[in-house]
């Protein structure tokens, strides 16, 4: 008797994690996707994809160089998960940072990969079509990082032209503005100054990454430090008062404007 209930009970198992398999996962994460899954999301509607794309640089000593990585994926989720229409593809983490030889912008500093422009651009005008195959009708592009803007537009444009309207890439200037300008504004009003926000690896950039992966930044070692700067990769800036409360103000402004631009962008299509 106590065999057979063991037995009965190993079948029920079975079946439950069976079912539970056989359940597509709840994520906007194209990667954890299986390609039928994928398939039937497109043709219930998820015919958005965002793209996020980082870069892997420098951003200081107190900064892990994955920053702009770590913060397009987290970013994209959110906007994806708001949409309700949108999956997310792999981020993009190899992207044009400077010259090699000799060695410019942020190649100067260990850790960065730098991808030349052609190759870049050629590489996003590839994914793109590639989900344009698959029945997407709207390629965003999410850009994390100043220095390749003009790229994502030049791309943007050139598919817009070959699709003629059956697709359409996207690239919401909402998205950097509300993470750079934007944000220091929100700063600013709040009686931090210039100095202190910087461009790059100061108060702000410190700040968003605390919010999104506080284990990437070195918190401790920049409150305890001396002030830092270009020589160190910190441009224009001073992160020793950077905190997660202040980068979530910033997470919370790029997720809103940014969805309530694709919302109007991607109506109808």
């Not at 037995?7 to 439950?16: E, I, R, T, Y």
């Not at 200037?173 to 790059?200: C, F, K, M, N, V």
Request: no cysteine; net charge neutral.
């Amino acid at each position: 008797m106590h065999s057979r209930l063991l037995v009965l009970l190993g079948g029920l198992l079975l079946l439950a994690s069976g079912a539970t398999f056989a359940q597509a996962p709840h994520t906007v994460l194209l990667e954890d996707l299986t390609w039928t899954e994928i398939r039937d999301q497109v043709q219930a509607g998820k015919t958005t994809i965002i793209i996020p794309i980082g870069g892997t640089e420098q951003s200081g000593p107190g900064i892990a160089v994955g920053k702009h990585n770590a913060r397009a994926a987290f970013l994209s989720k959110k906007i994806a998960e708001r949409l309700g229409n949108a999956l997310v593809a792999p981020v993009v983490a190899y992207v044009p940072e400077g010259g090699v030889a000799p060695p410019s912008s942020h190649m100067r500093f260990p850790g960065t990969i730098t991808v030349p422009d052609a190759v870049f651009e050629q590489m996003l005008e590839s994914a793109a079509q590639s989900f344009a195959v698959h029945g997407f009708r709207n390629v965003v592009f999410l850009g994390d990082h100043g220095g390749y803007q003009k790229d994502l537009d030049r791309v943007a444009a050139k598919l817009n032209k070959a699709w003629a309207g059956k697709a359409r890439a996207i690239v919401p200037p909402e998205y950097y503005a509300s993470s750079s300008e934007g944000y220091a504004q929100q700063l600013r009003q709040r009686g931090y100054r210039d100095d202190e926000i910087g461009t790059h690896a100061g108060l702000a950039d410190t700040s968003l990454q605390l919010a999104v992966a506080p284990q990437m930044v070195r918190l401790d070692q920049l409150q305890h430090g001396p002030r830092l700067g270009q020589a160190d990769g910190v441009y224009g800036g001073d992160p020793r008062r950077s905190s997660a409360d202040l980068g979530q103000l910033g997470i919370d402004a790029i997720v809103l404007h940014t969805v309530d631009a694709l919302k109007k962008d991607t109506q109808g299509h």
